[in-house]
C-alpha cells in the first residue's frame, strides 16, 4: 500500500526485462481497487500497467531528486531494490563515484580504470576522521576499523567479498596501505613494508587471468595484521582456502595458468635461468591451453622483477628463490612429458630420452629411472601381497597431473609459510586487523566441486552478515530508547545444515569417497535418497547426476563429475617417496610430511590474540590410496575457524560489485548488477532498516529544515524537542509512522519523503504568491512602454510614408530624363561596334596574306643560314672541347694546390686575434712607410733648395769672376793671369757639373725609392683592404654571433622562472633533508640518552659537522692552530676522548683544505714554468740558477707537506683504532655500534681525502722534476752556444758582479711586484667599496621609489598623513642621530678630562723620576709600569663578557636550560643571543679558539635539548627561533665581512671579530634555525588542525543560511558514541592565528620570518579545507560556498589589519577561494562553462570536476549540475597541463629564507636585570 494514495504525478518504478527497473510517471489518480494503473514513461510513452493478486502488485515509489545520489543508501526515503539500483547508477555513471554507503557494508564498484584517489595524501586526509564526516571510500572503513580498535581495545576484521572481476584484491591491498601508512612500525623493523610486499607474491602465485578477470585471485585468504599497545604495526599471519590447483595443469580457453608461470618464461633469457631450460610459454602444455599467453598492458617480465623484489624484502635469499624457480620450471617441463599408449591399450610408456622429463629429474633432483617407470606404473598392496600394476595412458596422463598440482600445492603452502616467518614478531600483540579477501557467491553454466565450497562459504559469511546487522539495529534502537518489535530476518541456516550437518552434502561426499570402488553417480543417488525432503535440495527434472541447492543469493545446479576426485586430491605413494629422497633439499623438505594440511598453510595466531586458532590433528597415514584428510574436510575446518575469529571481531563489510562483463570503464549494466546486490546481501540490510524506522533525523537537523513548516507561535518554544515533537502530531496523524528517541527521531519508510513533499508545497505556495505581485507588477510596466512606443511609432511613421511619396515623384521624373540619354548613347556605341569590326578584318585579312609570302621567302634564307653556322658550330665545338678537357686539367691541378694553401692559411688565420694583430702591424709599415717616404720628400726638398742656392752662389761668383777677368784683361792684359784664372773657371765649372750629377743621381735614387714605397705603399693597401673585409666579414660574423646570443640570453631569461623554481625545488630538499636529519638526530640522542652517562654522551651537533656525506658543511674556526697543535691536543686528552671532541676534525679537515690550496698552488707554479719554457726558449743562465733556487725550495716545501701528511695518517689510524676499541666494548649496543660505525665511516672519508691530497702532490712533484730536467737541458745549450761569445769577447766579464747584479735586478722585480699587487688589491678594495656604495644607493632609490608609488596610490588625504608621518620618522632618526654625535662628542670630552687629569697627576711624578734617574734609574719602570695598569683599569666598556671556563655550564645554563620567555619579556628583545655573543667576541678578543668552540658547541646542544624538552610549545620554540637568528644575524653584523658591515655604526664596526672567522658555525646556525622554524610550523599546525575544517566549513558565520540534508546510517561521527563534531568557530581560529602573531611579535622574530610562518599556515589551512571540501558530499552546497567566501574575507581583513598581505598568504588560499566561487557561480550553459575555465585558474581539472560532480542542492528548487556540462568542462581543460592531483599535500613545507637584518643596538648599551643571576660575567 501506498502511504498516501496514488496520485497525479507520482513517480513510481515497475519492472522492465532489459533494465531491470524502469522510471514512470502516474498521469490518472489512481484509487484502491482499480485493475488498471494509467502510467506515462520517460520517453513519452503511455502505457496501461495492470495491477492485481495475478498480475503485479503496486509499483514503488520514487525518492525526491534531492535524495538522488546520496552517499548512504539507508539515507533514501523508501528503501528498495529500484531506489537502490538507481542510485548507485547515478553515483557511478553521472558522478563516477565508485563508493557508497549502504549502511555498515560499503559497495565498492569496479571502475576498470586507474583512479587518483589512492595517494598518500588521501591517506592523510581521512587519518583521524569520522566515517561519516568523508565520502565513502575504501580508507574510511579502514580508519573506521583502527579507530574502534584503539578505542574498544577489541580485534577487528573488513570482509571483503564479491565475484571474479569485482576488485576485491585491489580493495584488500589497498586496505593493508592504509594501516601501513596510518600505523607504521614504531623501529625500523619494516614491517608495513614487508605486509605491502607479501602482495605481489601471493599474486603471482596464486592469482590469474580468466574470462572475467585479468588478475583474478584463486584461492582465499585471511591477512591478520598485529598491532601493540601503541597500535604500531609489529608483525602479520596469513591464512589461505582453496587454492584452485586444478588451473595447473588446465586452463579453458582465453585462460591463464598462474602469473608466476608466464613471469619465469618471460624471464628465461637471464644468465641465472640458463640451467632451467625454458623457452617461451607458447612451447608449454600447462601453460599455453587458453591460446593466448599475453595480457594486455602488463609485462610479464617486469612483474617477475616486482616478484623477485619482493622475495628480496621478506628475507627470501637467493639459494630459496633459485630453489622455487626451478620447482616451477620443473612443473612446466612435467607437463610436456609425453606419455605413448602400448598396443593393448592398458599399458603405457614413455619415450626414451625425452628432454622434458631429463631437465624434471634434473632439476628436482630425482632418479630418471624411477620416476619414469613410476609415471607409468603402480603399486597395489593387499593383505597377502604387493604387485605392480600397469596403468593406461589416460591413468598416467592423470597421475601426472595430480603430481603437478600436488607440488605446485605444497610449494605453494610452503611460500606461505615463509611469508608469515618473516612476518613474524617476537613482540607480544595486543590487538589486530583481519583483512579477508574471499571469493563471492558464483553460479555457471556448469558448476563443480569448487562452486560448491565457494557458495557453501558465502552461505556462512552471509548468516554471520545478517546476524551481525540484526544485533546492531537492535542496538540503536536500544541505545535510543525506542520499543523493540522483533524483526523478521532470513536466517540461510537450513541451507547450511543441508551442506554440512550430519549426514548431509559433504558427510554423504566423505562416506562414499571411503568407499573402494565409489563414484559420483552413487553419491548422487545417495543425496537424491536422503536430502530429497530438504526445502533447499533439488533434483533436476532432465538429469540424474547432477542437483540443485536452493541458497541465498540463487538456485545453483552442480554436477557430480569430478566430485569425488577433487575430494579425494589422490597422488600415488610411490611418485612422493621419489621425491622425499631427492638430492634437492627443498623438495625433500616439502615432502617430509605429506599429511599436513595443505589448505591450512599458517599455524595459530598470536598468544594475546582473542581467538586462538590452532591447526586440526593430523589424521592416520590412510596407505596406498591418499595421505591427508578430504580436501572438503579441509575446507570445512579452515572455515569453522575462521568464522570464530570473524565472531570474535567486529567486523566492516565491503562488497564489490562487476557493472559489466567487458571490462569497460564506468559502464553499468542494471542486470549484473542486481544479480551481485542480491547475492552479496546488500539488499538484506536494506530490508531489515526498511522494516524498523530507517530514516533517522537529530532534532536540531530535523529543526533547521523542516522549521519552515511550523507556525511563528510555534517558534517562541525554547525546547527544540518539543517544537519538534508538536510539529510532527501535527503533520502525522498515524503515532505509528514515527518514534522519538533521546536524540534522534525515527521514521517509516516514506514519511521523509512525506515531509519533503508538504515543505515543497510551502515553498511553492511561497513562490507562486511572490510570482504572482512580480508578474503583475512587471505586467503594468510593460503596458505604459508599449503605450508610449506605440504613439512614438505612429508620429514618426506617418512622417516617413509622406517624405517616402516626395521622393518617389523625384525618382520617376529623373528616370525619364536617365531613359533618353541612356538610349541614344546605347545606339551609338553598336553602330561604332560594327565599324570598327569591319575595318579590323580587312586589315587583318591583308596582313595574313603579306605575311604568309614573306614567311616563305624567309624560310629559304634560315636554311642556308642554320647550314652555315652549323657547320661552324661542329668545327668549334670539337675545339672547345680540347680546349676545356685542357682546362679542366689544369684547374684540377691548381684547386689541388690552391687548397693546400687555402687550409695553411685558414690555419694560420683562424683566431680573430691573429688578424686583428696582422691587421694592426700591417698599418703600422703603411704609417712606417707613409712616415719615411714624407721624409725623403723632405730630404730631397732641401736638396734641392740647397742645390739652387749653390747654383745660384756659382753663377753670381762666376760672373763676378768674369767681370773681374774683363776687368783684369782691361786693365793688364796679362796672359798668365788669364789662363790661371781661366783654370779656375774650368775647375768651378767640373765642379758644378759633379754638383749637377750628384744632384740628378739624388733625383733618380729619390724618384726609385718613391716609385718603390709606393708600390709597396699600394700592395699594402691592397692586404688592409683585403684584411678590412675579412675584418667587416669577422664583425658580421661576430654580430650574427651576437645576435644569437641575445637569442639565447632572451631564452635564458625565459628561463630565469624555471631556475628560481629550481632553486625553490632545491632549498625545499634541502630544509626537507634538514627536517629528517633533526628527526634522526633526536633518535639517535634518545638512544645516547638510555645507553650512556650524561658526561660521556656525543653531542648531536658534533655528529651533524662531522657528515662527510651531508649538505652541512664541518664546523671549523680559520684560527684553531695546525696539525702540530692536533697532535697535541690528542696526546693530552687521549685518542678515546681526541675521537669523539669535535676540534680534533676541524683541525684535520682545516689542514686537508690547506693541502688543497698547496696542491693548487704548486699547480699554478707548474704550469707557469711550462709556459715560460714554450715561449721564451733561451734564457740567462742566472734565470736558471733562480729556477734551481725556487726547485730547491719546492722540494722542501713538499717534504714538509709530506711529512704533515704522514702525521695526519698517523693522527686518522690512532682515532680509527680508539673508536674500533670503543665500539668493540659496548658491542651490546646496536644503536651505540651504528653510532661508532658512522663516526668510522667518517675518518675512513677523511682519510682518503687525505690519500688523494697525497697522490696529487706526488704527481706535482713528478711534474716539477720533469720541468727541471727540461730546463737543465736548455740551460746546457745555452751554455754551449754562449761559449764562443765569452770566448771571442775582448773584455773580461765579473761574473760575481753578473749575479749580484742580477739578483738586484730580481729583488727590484719582487718590490715592484709586490708594490702593483698591492696597488691591484687597494683598486680591487675601493671598487668594491665603490659598488657597495652604488648598491646602497640603488637600494636607497629603490625604496624611495616604492615609498613614492606608495604615496600616489594613495588618497590625497592619506597622502597627507603619510607624509606628515615620514617627516616625523626622518626627524625622529636626525635626532637620533644628533643625539649619538652628542653622546659620542660628550664622552669623548669625558675621556680627554679624564687624560687631563691623568697627564697632571704625572707631572710631579716624572719631575722626581728625573732627578732620581741618575741615581736609581731601575725604579722608574715599575712606576711607570704601575701608571699604565691603572690607565688600563679605568677604560670604558666594549660591549663585552669575561666568564671563567668553568662557569661556562652554569652560563649555558642560566641563559638556555633554565631560560624561560616571561623571564626577559620586559627587556630587549633576544637578550640572551646579545649575551651569548658578547661571551663569544670576549674569547675572541683573548684569542681563545678553545673556549669559542665550546661555548658555541655548547648552546647549540643546548638550544636542542630544550627544543627537544619543548617540542609542543609554541611560545618556547617560537622565543628560541628568534634568539638563534638574531645569534646568527650578530655573528654575521660582527663578522668583519664588508658585505654586512654596510650598515653598521662605527662604533659596532669596532666590535667585529679580530680573531676568528666563524662562517662555518653560521652555517650551522642557519641549519638550526631551519629546523626550529619546522619544528614551530609543526606545532602550530597540530594546534590549528582540529580548528581549520569546523571553522572553515561547519560553523556558520552567517546564521540560518546552511540548509540540511536527510541523513543515513553513517550520520556525522558515528564511530564517536554520538559526540558532536567540534564547536570551533572562524572567531576562535583566527584568535588562534593573532595568538600565535602576538607571540612571534613579542619575542622579536623577524617580520619576514613571521610572514613566511603566517603564509605556512594559510596553505595548510588552504590544503584542509579543500581537501574536506572535496571528499564531503554535504558541504558542496551554495550555502558552504556563501559561507566560505565570508570566512575568507575574514581571514583578509585579518592579513590586512597585520600588515601581513604582502607575505604571500592570500595566494595560498586561492584554491578555496575559487573553490568557494565555483560552488557559487551557475552551472548550465556553455558560457557557464567557459567562465568557471577562466575563473578556476588555481584549481586543477580533477578538483573541478570533483567539485561539480559533488554538488548537491539542498533545496528542489536548486538544479544538480548535468553530466554534459561536466563534460564539456573537461573538454575545455584538456589543454590544460595540471599534475594529475585530486588532494592538496598537507605536508608540503615552503622553504624558509632567513634575511640579514642588522640590529642597531649598541653593544656597550645593553643592560643585563639582575634577576638572570649572571653576576659571574665581567663586563669588559
Same mark, same amino acid.
Given at each position: 500500500m501506498w502511504p498516501n494514495g496514488g496520485k497525479m504525478y507520482t513517480r513510481v518504478w515497475i519492472p522492465d526485462p532489459e533494465d531491470v527497473w524502469r522510471a514512470a510517471e502516474i498521469i490518472k489518480d489512481y484509487t484502491e481497487g482499480e485493475p488498471i494503473l494509467y502510467l506515462k514513461l520517460e520517453d513519452e510513452t503511455p502505457l496501461e500497467y495492470r495491477i492485481g493478486p495475478k498480475d503485479n502488485a503496486l509499483p514503488f515509489l520514487r525518492n525526491p531528486d534531492i535524495l538522488v545520489g546520496e552517499n548512504d543508501l539507508t539515507a533514501l526515503s523508501y528503501l528498495h531494490e529500484p531506489a537502490v539500483l538507481h542510485n548507485l547508477k547515478v553515483r557511478f555513471t553521472e558522478s563516477n563515484h565508485i563508493y557508497t554507503y549502504c549502511g555498515i557494508v560499503l559497495v565498492a564498484i569496479n571502475p576498470y580504470e586507474q583512479l587518483q584517489i589512492y595517494g ?150 637471464? $644468465? ?18 587458453g591460446e593466448n599467453i599475453f595480457i594486455e598492458g602488463v609485462n610479464d617480465a617486469e612483474d617477475f622483477e616486482k616478484t623477485r623484489e619482493a622475495f628480496t624484502l621478506l628475507g627470501v635469499n637467493d639459494s630459496n628463490q633459485s630453489s622455487i624457480f626451478r620447482i ?114 558464483e553460479t555457471f553454466e556448469i558448476n563443480s566441486f569448487e562452486q560448491f565450497c565457494i557458495n557453501y562459504a558465502n552461505e556462512k559469511l552471509q548468516q554471520q552478515f545478517n546476524q551481525h546487522v540484526f544485533k546492531l539495529e537492535q542496538e540503536e534502537y536500544m541505545k535510543e530508547q525506542i520499543p523493540w518489535t522483533l524483526i523478521d530476518f532470513y536466517d540461510n541456516q537450513p541451507c547450511i545444515d543441508v551442506i ?144 570464530e575469529t570473524l565472531n570474535a571481531t567486529t567486523p566492516h563489510y565491503v562488497r564489490c560489485i562487476k557493472p559489466n562483463d567487458e571490462k569497460e570503464a564506468f559502464s553499468f549494466e542494471s542486470r549484473r548488477a542486481v544479480q551481485q546486490l542480491r547475492a552479496c546481501g546488500v539488499l538484506e540490510t536494506i530490508r531489515i532498516s526498511a522494516a524498523g524506522y530507517p530514516s533517522r533525523w537529530t532534532y536540531p537537523d530535523f529543526f533547521n529544515r523542516y522549521r519552515v513548516l511550523m507556525k511563528k507561535s510555534d517558534m517562541t518554544v525554547g525546547d527544540k524537542k518539543l517544537v519538534c515533537r508538536n510539529l510532527l502530531e501535527t503533520l502525522v496523524k498515524d503515532p505509528d509512522k514515527f518514534q522519538f528517541g533521546k536524540t534522534k527521531i525515527f521514521f517509516r519508510a516514506g514519511q521523509v519523503a512525506y515531509l519533503e513533499k508538504l515543505r515543497a508545497d510551502k515553498f511553492r505556495s511561497a513562490c507562486i504568491k511572490i510570482q504572482k505581485t512580480v508578474r503583475g507588477w512587471l505586467q503594468r510596466v510593460r503596458y505604459q512602454k508599449i503605450r508610449k512606443s506605440a504613439i512614438n511609432l505612429q508620429r514618426y511613421g506617418r512622417g516617413y510614408m509622406a517624405r517616402r511619396y516626395a521622393e518617389q515623384l523625384r525618382l520617376t521624373r529623373a528616370a525619364l530624363t536617365f531613359q533618353k540619354q541612356y538610349r541614344m548613347v546605347r545606339e551609338r556605341r553598336d553602330y561604332l561596334k560594327v565599324r570598327q569590326a569591319v575595318v579590323t578584318i580587312q586589315a587583318f585579312t591583308r596582313g595574313m596574306l603579306t605575311r604568309r609570302i614573306f614567311q616563305e621567302f624567309l624560310l629559304h634564307h634560315k636554311a642556308m643560314i642554320i647550314q652555315k653556322h652549323v657547320r661552324g658550330w661542329l668545327t668549334r665545338r670539337k675545339f672547345r672541347r680540347a680546349r676545356n678537357a685542357a682546362i679542366t686539367i689544369q684547374c684540377a691541378y691548381r684547386r689541388m694546390r690552391a687548397k693546400r694553401e687555402l687550409k695553411q692559411l685558414k690555419i694560420e688565420a683562424r683566431s680573430a686575434q691573429h688578424l686583428k694583430k696582422l691587421n694592426t702591424g700591417m698599418e703600422n709599415k703603411i704609417v712606417q712607410l707613409q712616415r719615411k717616404m714624407d721624409d725623403q720628400t723632405n730630404d730631397l726638398k732641401t736638396q734641392n733648395e740647397q742645390l739652387v742656392v749653390a747654383k745660384a752662389s756659382l753663377g753670381s761668383e762666376v760672373n763676378k769672376l768674369q767681370k773681374e777677368l774683363e776687368m783684369m784683361r782691361s786693365r793688364q792684359g796679362d796672359g798668365s793671369q788669364l789662363t790661371s784664372l781661366q783654370d779656375e773657371l774650368e775647375k768651378l765649372r767640373a765642379e758644378l757639373q759633379e754638383a749637377h750629377t750628384h744632384m740628378k743621381k739624388l733625383e733618380e735614387k729619390h724618384s726609385n725609392e718613391k716609385m718603390g714605397l709606393e708600390q709597396r705603399v699600394e700592395e699594402l693597401d691592397r692586404e688592409n683592404s683585403m684584411l678590412k673585409s675579412e675584418k667587416e666579414e669577422m664583425n658580421r660574423r661576430i654580430l650574427h654571433h651576437s645576435k644569437s646570443t641575445e637569442d639565447q640570453e632572451s631564452s635564458a631569461s625565459q628561463s630565469v622562472g624555471r631556475v628560481q623554481a629550481e632553486l625553490d625545488e632545491e632549498r625545499l630538499r634541502y630544509q626537507n633533508l634538514l627536517r629528517e636529519f ?69 683541525k684535520l679537515q682545516k689542514r686537508v683544505r690547506e693541502l688543497e690550496q698547496e696542491r693548487k698552488r704548486l699547480q699554478v707554479n707548474l704550469e707557469k714554468m711550462e709556459d715560460q719554457v714554450n715561449c721564451k726558449g733561451i734564457e740567462p743562465k742566472t734565470t736558471s740558477e733562480q729556477e734551481s733556487e ?91 752556444n754562449n761559449v764562443p761569445e765569452w770566448t771571442n769577447s775582448k773584455k773580461p766579464i765579473d761574473k760575481e758582479e753578473a749575479v749580484r747584479a742580477y739578483h738586484g735586478l730580481c729583488e727590484s722585480k719582487k718590490l715592484l711586484e709586490a708594490q702593483l699587487q698591492s696597488q691591484a688589491r687597494k683598486h680591487e678594495d675601493e671598487l668594491a667599496a665603490f659598488n657597495t656604495q652604488i648598491e646602497l644607493l640603488k637600494d636607497d632609490i629603490e625604496k624611495k621609489q616604492e615609498m613614492l608609488n606608495h604615496t600616489m596610490s594613495l588618497s590625497p588625504e592619506a597622502q597627507v598623513e603619510y607624509s606628515v608621518q615620514q617627516e616625523i620618522t626622518r626627524l625622529t632618526n636626525d635626532n637620533l642621530d644628533l643625539k649619538e654625535l652628542v653622546e659620542k662628542l660628550e664622552k669623548n670630552e669625558r675621556k680627554l678630562k679624564k687624560q687631563l687629569r691623568i697627564y697632571m697627576k704625572k707631572v710631579p711624578d716624572m719631575e722626581v723620576s728625573l732627578t732620581a734617574a741618575s741615581s736609581q734609574p731601575t ?166 588542525? $582540529? ?15 546552511a540548509g540540511v540534508k536527510p541523513m543515513g546510517y553513517r550520520n556525522r561521527s558515528s564511530s564517536m558514541d554520538g559526540e558532536g563534531p567540534g564547536s570551533y568557530t572562524l572567531e576562535a581560529l583566527i584568535r588562534q592565528l593573532g595568538q600565535f602573531h602576538s607571540v612571534m611579535g613579542e619575542h622579536g622574530l623577524d617580520p619576514e620570518i613571521a610572514g613566511q610562518v603566517i603564509r605556512q599556515l594559510f596553505y595548510s589551512i588552504n590544503a584542509l579545507t579543500l581537501n574536506n571540501l572535496l571528499l564531503r558530499k554535504d558541504v558542496c552546497s551554495w550555502s558552504t560556498g556563501m559561507q566560505l567566501r565570508y570566512n575568507i574575507s575574514q581571514m583578509e581583513e585579518w592579513l590586512r589589519g597585520k600588515n601581513l598581505h604582502q607575505s604571500g598568504a592570500v595566494v595560498n588560499i586561492e584554491p ?109
Open positions: 598518500e595524501e588521501v591517506i592523510n586526509a581521512y587519518s583521524g576522521q569520522n566515517m561519516g564526516d568523508m565520502d565513502p571510500h575504501i580508507f574510511a572503513v579502514a580508519e573506521e576499523a583502527y579507530k574502534q580498535m584503539a578505542r574498544d581495545e577489541r580485534n577487528q576484521s573488513i570482509i571483503v567479498s564479491g565475484e571474479s572481476g569485482a576488485g576485491k584484491t585491489v580493495s584488500a591491498k589497498y586496505a593493508m596501505r592504509f594501516f601501513a601508512t596510518v600505523g607504521g612500525s614504531a623501529n625500523d623493523t619494516n614491517v608495513e613494508e614487508k605486509v605491502l610486499a607479501s602482495s605481489p607474491i601471493m599474486e603471482a602465485i596464486g592469482n590469474a587471468k580468466t574470462t572475467r578477470n585479468d588478475n583474478s585471485s584463486r584461492f582465499g585468504k585471511y591477512i591478520q595484521i598485529g598491532f601493540d599497545r601503541s597500535y604500531h604495526i609489529i608483525g602479520a599471519n596469513m591464512r589461505t582456502y582453496l587454492l584452485e590447483k586444478s588451473r595447473v595443469v588446465f586452463q579453458a580457453e582465453d585462460e591463464r595458468n598462474y602469473h608466476i608461470f608466464y613471469q619465469l618464461c618471460a624471464s628465461a633469457s637471464l $644468465p641465472e635461468f640458463k640451467d632451467l631450460a625454458l623457452t617461451s610459454a607458447e612451447d608449454f602444455i600447462f601453460t599455453s591451453q616451477i620450471a620443473s612443473i612446466l617441463h612435467l607437463g610436456n612429458v609425453e606419455i605413448c599408449s602400448e598396443r593393448d591399450g592398458d599399458s603405457c610408456h614413455i619415450l626414451k630420452n625425452d628432454p622434458h622429463l631429463a631437465h624434471f629429474c634434473q632439476l628436482l633432483g630425482v632418479e630418471l629411472e624411477q620416476m619414469e617407470h613410476w609415471l607409468c606404473h603402480r603399486k597395489l598392496v593387499t593383505t597377502s601381497e604387493t604387485y605392480v600394476k600397469n596403468m593406461s595412458r589416460k591413468q598416467a596422463a592423470n597421475a601426472r597431473d595430480a603430481l603437478a598440482k600436488h607440488i605446485y600445492a605444497h610449494m605453494f603452502d610452503w611460500i606461505v609459510e615463509y611469508v608469515n616467518k618473516s612476518l613474524h614478531t617476537s613482540s607480544k600483540q595486543h590487538s589486530f586487523i583481519g583483512v579477508l579477501d574471499i571469493y563471492g557467491f554440512e550437518a550430519k549426514l548431509g552434502i559433504l558427510d554423504l561426499l566423505d562416506e562414499e569417497c571411503k568407499v573402494p570402488k565409489g563414484t559420483d553417480q552413487n553419491w548422487c543417488q545417495k543425496l537424491y535418497d536422503r536430502l530429497s525432503s530438504s526445502v533447499h535440495f533439488q533434483k533436476p527434472r532432465m538429469s540424474n547426476t547432477s542437483f540443485i541447492v536452493i541458497h541465498f543469493a540463487d538456485k545453483v545446479e552442480y554436477q557430480c563429475d569430478g566430485f569425488l576426485e577433487k575430494n579425494r586430491d589422490t597422488v600415488y605413494e610411490e611418485q612422493i617417496n621419489i621425491l622425499k629422497a631427492s638430492k634437492f633439499q627443498l623438495m625433500a623438505d616439502l615432502f617430509q610430511d605429506t599429511n599436513k594440511d595443505s589448505n591450512i598453510s599458517t599455524s595459530s595466531s598470536s598468544k594475546s590474540s582473542r581467538v586462538n586458532v590452532r591447526a586440526s590433528k593430523p589424521t592416520p597415514k590412510v596407505p596406498n590410496k591418499e595421505h591427508r584428510k578430504t580436501v572438503g574436510h579441509q575446507f570445512r575446518s579452515s572455515l569453522q575457524l575462521l568464522m633533526s628527526r634522526l638526530e633526536q633518535r639517535y640522542d634518545n638512544l645516547q640518552e638510555a645507553k650512556f652517562q650524561p658526561g660521556h654522551k656525543r653531542n648531536n651537533s658534533t655528529q651533524s659537522s662531522l657528515e662527510s656525506d651531508s649538505n652541512y658543511p664541518s664546523i671549523s674556526t680559520s684560527e684553531l692552530g695546525d696539525t702540530d697543535d692536533a697532535i697535541q691536543l690528542v696526546e693530552e686528552m687521549g685518542v678515546e676522548k681526541a675521537a669523539m671532541d669535535i676540534g680534533v676534525f676541524m725556487d726547485l730547491a725550495y719546492n722540494s722542501l716545501k713538499r717534504q714538509e707537506l709530506e711529512s704533515e701528511n704522514k702525521k695526519l695518517k698517523n693522527d686518522l689510524n690512532e682515532l680509527r683504532k680508539a673508536i674500533a676499541d670503543r665500539a668493540s666494548q659496548n658491542s651490546s649496543s646496536n644503536e651505540l655500534q651504528d653510532g661508532y660505525n658512522l663516526l668510522l665511516g667518517q675518518l675512513k672519508a677523511a682519510n682518503e681525502e687525505l690519500e688523494v691530497r697525497k697522490e696529487e702532490v706526488l704527481i706535482l712533484r713528478t711534474q716539477i722534476v720533469s720541468a727541471a730536467h727540461q730546463k737543465e737541458e736548455t740551460t746546457n745549450q745555452i751554455e754551449t725604579k722608574a719602570k715599575p712606576q711607570l709600569t704601575r701608571q699604565v695598569t691603572v690607565q688600563r683599569r679605568e677604560k670604558d666598556f666594549e660591549g663585552m663578557l669575561e666568564y671563567y671556563k668553568e662557569d661556562e655550564a652554569l652560563l649555558v645554563k642560566t641563559l638556555i636550560t633554565d631560560m624561560k620567555p616571561n623571564a626577559v619579556s620586559a627587556t630587549v628583545p633576544c637578550l640572551p643571543a646579545y649575551i651569548l655573543f658578547m661571551c663569544i667576541r670576549h674569547a675572541d678578543y683573548i684569542n681563545d679558539d678553545q673556549k669559542v668552540h665550546s661555548l658555541l658547541t655548547s648552546t647549540i646542544n643546548a638550544i636542542k635539548k630544550v627544543l627537544k624538552k619543548n617540542n609542543n610549545d609554541f611560545e618556547m620554540t617560537s622565543f628560541w627561533l628568534a634568539n638563534t637568528s638574531r645569534l646568527l644575524h650578530c655573528l654575521k653584523q660582527y663578522s668583519g665581512d664588508e658585505v654586512f658591515m654596510t650598515q653598521n655604526t662605527a662604533k659596532q664596526n669596532e666590535h667585529c671579530l679580530k680573531n676568528f672567522d666563524l662562517a662555518e658555525y653560521r652555517q650551522v646556525l642557519s641549519d638550526l634555525s631551519i629546523q626550529i622554524y619546522q619544528q614551530l610550523i609543526k606545532v602550530a599546525e597540530h594546534m590549528m588542525q $582540529p580548528m581549520i575544517v569546523s571553522a572553515m566549513l561547519e560553523s556558520e558565520s552567517i546564521p540560518s543560511l578555496v577561494i575559487q573553490a568557494a566561487q565555483l560552488l557559487q557561480v551557475k552551472k548550465k550553459t556553455s558560457q557557464d562553462a567557459e567562465a568557471i575555465c577562466s575563473l578556476c585558474t588555481s584549481l586543477t581539472m580533477q578538483q573541478i570536476v570533483k567539485i561539480l560532480n559533488l554538488y548537491t542542492p539542498l533545496n528542489e528548487f536548486e538544479e544538480r549540475v548535468t553530466v554534459s556540462f561536466i563534460r564539456n568542462i573537461q573538454n575545455r581543460l584538456q589543454d590544460r597541463n595540471d599534475v594529475p592531483m585530486l588532494l592538496v599535500d598537507t605536508k608540503h613545507t615552503f622553504p624558509v629564507l632567513f634575511p640579514y637584518t642588522p640590529s642597531a643596538l649598541s653593544l656597550e648599551t645593553l643592560h643585563i636585570p639582575a634577576n638572570l643571576s649572571l653576576d659571574f660575567l665581567t663586563r669588559v
